[in-house]
Every structure is written in structure tokens, then in C-alpha cells.
């Protein structure tokens, strides 16, 4: 019967009522939405690297090194040289190493120079390997690979010519335009910023930049060498034992050849994300708000509504409802209108990430969630229904101490 008495009393109010039901799904969506992209952002970042024990580079900003070497975010500090690379790759605590070669771009996507190690060794995620979606790996120093939202924005196809400008971000310096370059294969989406690099050889990276030419078969000028560049920005190590990554990074801050810096990734990982701290607890200070608000309008609306209910509220008294069930009436009502309004904004939001989805892997390398509802978010949704059913507890309260002769009193 109760039931029965709370469907029909919203029925009556029904403008009210769905103004209620789509506050409280917009504050669910922020606030679970949020809460996914966070934790969403926090699992791309940490997952775009897998595996690799040391990143070295220049003498410089650990955060820095991070930023421009695994997340092409800042400006890379000056090279290390060649034969340091070789002394790094000669070490005996080192299993693999991949060179990476920054500075040029492609219609504003970084160009990444690097060899076959990096589509041996690179990793992400939970341990995943690099794999082509479509073609081959460059074998030639006048080919290029591009990530799967380079080749999706800009629309190349195997067997495409583009060209390599100087400058790894804004307007391009230089263009190489007599050294162009042929798409021999394009990665498979990773979520990482791997998508958004070309990738050409450390052969081809030396080429365009000591005046070889791929076409009119040009030598490099006297003193260049034509395979590798004179210098790269960082290396990517894998070691043979976990246990001397500290030593490893003891040793190469004192390198007497040139000053080098070791960061371990998953330390500068940690620190990113303290950093960030302050951004995160903003947003969540902001859904907080507005679900506050939505409340704050479900119980305003039941108590200006109270005032016209007082001869239906007084009508059930007389027929010996007693406190309980008055507050069944009024607690129901606010609890039925959070569940609606939750499901509607779980729904809503569901659409909205299986719409952005494309977008958010194509333009900026973010995997959006497929689930309805995870089980990390049951507390925030238990949460939010007993605020909902809480909000109903003061106009109940309300309800029940009007009189029943005030209640069947016609006012004038």
C-alpha cells in the first residue's frame, strides 16, 4: 500500500519532481565521472611505461627527463653522445636498451628517432608489447612508422610520402623537405603517447641532419656518420637484475665522461601524482558541491510542497497512519526520486563515454571505460542513496508534528 501512496503522490508533482530527478543524475555524473577520469588518466599515465628500470639523459630535472622522454610533454635538455650510448649498452647490468632522438615534428606530432629495440622491448600496460596494425617495422633510413592516431588524424596511408620539419613543438623552423619520408607501417592504438609519435630510424634522424639525401644519394658531409645521429636525449634501460638498479644510478650520476641523470620511472611516477594532488581534490570538492546543491533542492521542494499536502498528510493520520508510515510516505518519496536520478545519470554517463570513446583514444591516447557501474564506485553510489533518503528525514519529521485538527482545518 505504501508504495502505491508514494507512486501516486509524485505523479502529482510531477514538474517538480523531474527537475529533482535530473539535478541529482547531473551531480552523479559529475561526481562519478570525475572520479572515472581520474582514476582513468592516473592508469594511463602509469601504464604508458612497463618494464623499464632506468631512463638515462643529460644532467637534469628528474620530472623533466620524464615529461619529454615517455610523455613528449617539455623540451629535451642537451644530448648524450654516441659512444656514452655505447658504454651504456655495453654495460654488463644491462639487458636491452632503446636510444630515443627527439627535436623534430610532423604537423605537430613529435618525431621520435629510435631502433629495433624499441618495438622489441618497449612496453605498457600490464607488460604489453608494441604490435603494427597495418604494415612493417621502418627497415630502411627513408621510412617512418606512425602511431594510430597520427596515421587516424592526418589520413596517411602505406606507401605515403610526408616530411619532417625541425622544431619538436610550434611553428616548424626547417623543413627537411629534400629528405622525405615513406610510411612503411602504422602501431596499433596503445592509449599511451605512443599514438601520437612518428617514428623513424636513428639512421634516418642522422641523415636529414648531417646532409644525406634519400633520393639523389648525397654522402653525409666529412666527419658525420650516416647510421646513427651525434647524439640522443635519453635511453631507455632494462637490466639484468632488479637489485642493481640503485647502483646503476649511483654509478652513472658519477660519469666523469659527461653528466648524466638515471631516473627510475615508477619513483617519478608517484611524484607526479602528489604533485597533481591539489587538482584532484578541487574536482572532487566541486562534484561534492553539486550533489550538495541537488539535495539542498530535493529537501526545498518537499517542504514547499508540504504545505498543500497538509490535508492528504492529515487524511492518512486519521485513517491511523502513524509515524512510521508518514515517514515511509515522505523518506520513500526522496529515496524513489535518488534512485531514479541515479540510474538516470549512470545511463547518461554510460552513453557519454561510449560516445567519446573514438575521440578520447584519437586525440589524446585516453582508453574511457566500458562499464556500467565498477565495483569501486558501489560506496559512492550507497552514499549518495542514503543522502537522498536523509534529505527526506526533516519534512517527514515536519509532516508528522502538523496537528490533525490544524491538518483538516480548511485554511483561508
Known amino acids: 500500500m505504501l508504495p502505491r501512496i508514494v507512486l501516486a503522490s509524485l505523479r502529482t508533482r510531477k514538474t517538480s519532481a523531474t527537475l529533482i530527478v535530473v539535478a541529482i543524475a547531473l551531480s552523479l555524473v559529475m561526481i562519478v565521472g570525475i572520479e572515472r577520469l581520474r582514476h582513468q588518466v592516473r592508469a594511463n599515465f602509469a601504464s604508458t611505461v612497463s618494464g623499464i628500470d632506468l631512463i638515462v639523459s643529460a644532467r637534469g630535472g628528474p620530472m623533466n627527463i620524464l615529461l619529454y622522454s615517455v610523455f613528449r610533454l617539455s623540451d629535451p635538455t642537451a644530448g648524450i653522445r654516441w659512444d656514452t650510448v655505447e658504454h651504456l649498452a655495453d654495460h654488463p647490468d644491462v639487458k636491452w636498451w632503446i636510444p630515443i632522438a627527439l627535436g623534430d615534428s610532423h604537423r605537430g606530432f613529435p618525431v621520435v628517432a629510435t631502433n629495433d629495440s624499441y618495438l622489441a622491448h618497449y612496453r605498457y600496460g600490464r607488460d604489453q608489447a608494441l604490435s603494427l596494425a597495418d604494415g612493417q617495422w621502418f627497415a630502411g633510413a627513408d621510412q617512418v612508422v606512425l602511431g594510430s592516431a597520427v596515421a587516424q588524424r592526418l589520413g596517411y596511408q602505406l606507401g605515403d610520402d610526408m616530411v619532417l620539419a625541425h622544431g619538436a613543438s610550434g611553428p616548424a623552423i626547417i623543413e627537411h623537405d629534400n629528405h622525405p619520408f615513406t610510411v612503411a607501417g602504422v602501431l596499433s592504438a596503445t592509449g599511451t603517447p605512443v599514438d601520437q609519435s612518428v617514428h623513424v630510424s636513428l639512421a634516418g634522424m642522422a641523415a636529414i641532419h648531417s646532409g ?40 652513472l650520476s658519477r660519469y666523469k665522461t659527461e653528466p648524466l641523470s638515471a631516473i627510475i620511472p615508477g619513483v617519478q611516477l608517484q611524484r607526479l601524482w602528489r604533485m597533481t594532488a591539489v ?50 510516505v515522505i523518506v520513500g518519496e526522496s529515496l524513489l526520486v535518488t534512485v531514479i ?8 554517463l554510460f552513453v557519454a563515454q561510449w560516445a567519446l570513446a573514438p575521440l578520447a583514444l584519437a586525440e589524446w591516447s585516453l582508453h574511457l571505460p566500458d562499464t556500467f557501474l ?39
Open 341 to 348: 536520478g541515479s540510474l538516470l545519470g549512470l545511463t547518461l
Open 374 to 412: 565498477s565495483v569501486r564506485e558501489l560506496p559512492t553510489l550507497a552514499a549518495i542513496l542514503l543522502a537522498g533518503s536523509l534529505a527526506g528525514l526533516i519534512p517527514a519529521e515536519k509532516a508528522f508534528r502538523n496537528s490533525l485538527a490544524d491538518g483538516l482545518t480548511p485554511r483561508n
Open 212 to 251: 644525406g639525401q634519400f633520393r639523389s644519394g648525397i654522402p653525409p658531409r666529412p666527419g658525420q656518420r650516416a647510421d646513427t645521429p651525434d647524439s640522443v636525449n635519453a635511453v631507455m634501460l632494462g637490466l639484468e637484475r632488479r637489485t642493481a638498479v640503485l647502483s646503476l644510478q649511483r654509478e
Open 279 to 328: 587538482g584532484e581534490n578541487a574536482l572532487r570538492a566541486t562534484s561534492m558541491a553539486v550533489l550538495l546543491v541537488a539535495l539542498l533542492v530535493l529537501v526545498s521542494t518537499i517542504l514547499a510542497a508540504l504545505e498543500g499536502r497538509r490535508h492528504e498528510l492529515a487524511v492518512l493520520r486519521a485513517a491511523g497512519a502513524g509515524r512510521l508510515a508518514v515517514y515511509g
